[in-house]
């Protein structure tokens, strides 16, 4: 589920599939081989080289994409004895054709030349080693555009994984992996057979997700009590809430699971407003398992709990341009604030975290954030798949380096399996216990957007992002709302114009 919900920075991207970006390719395929499977690599390819924030060399990314086509083609008898034995790096994309294409006769089978063409772009995007970075299949893509669009549904179990191992993060209601019992902190050992232990949680999605009304089977660990037991669970759809809002006695608290559409800030204002006409004296901020989403829509919701004119995240392009986003005047909350966030808290959720952090608006509490940020734009591929690209270094808004790194919190504290199948949170007690402090020194409810009093907690040591030479191409302006689209290199000329496209924070 991670693809779905734990989108790094992501943008929603509605534009003409890259088939029309990238046509022609630079080798083909015999008569007879399947061209348009190294057509929809060439796409690929050609789209990482573009854009892809810190391009590896060559070898770098085409070996992995032949180890990638090539193991896929081990998986299938019919291939064994076409498949080459080749130790070299590849140091063209000629070499890359000349494997694939020598894989197939004239009775190639198109389900197997599809699983060979995405083994190769799923190896070239790992290759990248950014978590932004990856490649989706046409069911993915779907469920992002859906997700893009404000349609939070899916057909699946109905939980939220992590990697490494890969593991139960979160339940939702009323989904068939509460109705089958699963619970967090589950390891999943296999999926339907294959051992899944080392699999990304992204990959893990791809092959739990399905049509509703069919079957998957896990093999599952509980680490307490221990036991493995494997288990059929028919899938349904399902439906992620992207904001809880409650009152808990005189304090507000808000959970926002990811930003996906720019709707959600007018949710949020609605629900602040509400807070303070009810005069709540404190604010739970809950930004655990928040996967990310639209850096816009992210940026709004942070104006809504820092003084205008705080710096929010500095990005790096590719040229080396260096922008900071600052925060407008918008009507939000300046009471006291606690925030909370885990190890499942990425991207825009962790800009937003820090933000509020380092300036002194609030503590926050619970576990480090997943240290997943970096800016992303996502490119369908003619054939109905798509590859999302990091084209943006996203640091926080005094400049420390976030990817990789995360939030630390002003108040570790853990929540076990145990805390859950106890039904306690000691994260939320923590956090309510703390405004309950803050409430008792300032008596009352600020102003909506008054400069906050700084926590009594430090704000914890962040490592410096590196400084960018002065000779770097020079800072150009931006829109005051949107990222500005990544530029496309001039010695790419395959690749035509695209329209503006809004990046996202997730």
Partial sequence: MRYLLSLLLIATLLITPAGAAATSTAATCAPGAPQDGLDVVWEAYDLLASFFVEPPPLPEVMTPARIGALTEAERMPELHSRIPTIDDELTDWDGFVDAFCGLWDRGADQEQVQRVTYGAIHAMTEAHDEGHTRFMTPDMYRDYVAWSQGDSRYEGIGARLKSNPLQIQQVFPD??????????????LAIDGEPATDLLA???????????????????????????????????????????????????????????????????????????DVAAKGLVLDLRGNSGGRLDVGTQIAEMFLPEGTPIYRQTTRRGQITTK???????????????????????????????????????????????????????????????????????????????????PDIPIELTPENVLEGADPQLDVAVRELRTDIAKVPGRSEPNAVPTPGPAGVPTLVPAPSVAPTLVPVLPVSPTLVPAPVLPTTTPRLRSMPERLPLAG
């Fill in 175 to 188: 989904s068939p992996a509460e109705a089958a019992g699963i619970q967090f902190g589950d390891i999943i």
């Fill in 202 to 276: 992204s990959d893990a999605a791809m092959l739990i997700r399905g049509e509703a009304a069919t079957p998957v089977t896990l093999t599952l660990q509980r680490p307490s009590p221990a036991a493995t037991w494997d288990i059929t669970i028919v899938r349904g759809p399902v439906r992620i809430p992207a904001l809880e809002s409650r009152m808990m006695g005189d304090v507000g608290y808000l959970h926002i699971q990811t930003f996906p559409q720019p709707s959600l800030a007018d949710e949020v204002a609605h629900e602040l407003s509400h807070f303070r």
């Fill in 326 to 408: 600052t925060s407008a005047s918008r009507p939000g909350w300046g009471g006291p604030l606690v925030v909370l966030v885990d190890d499942a808290t990425a991207s825009m959720g962790e800009i937003l975290a820090s933000a509020i952090q380092e300036y002194g608006v609030a503590r926050v509490v619970g576990t480090t954030s997943s240290g997943s940020v970096a800016g992303s734009v996502v490119f369908p591929l003619s054939d109905g798949a798509a590859v999302q690209i990091t084209t943006l270094r996203i640091d926080s808004g005094k400049g420390h380096i976030l990817n990789n790194i995360g939030v630390l």
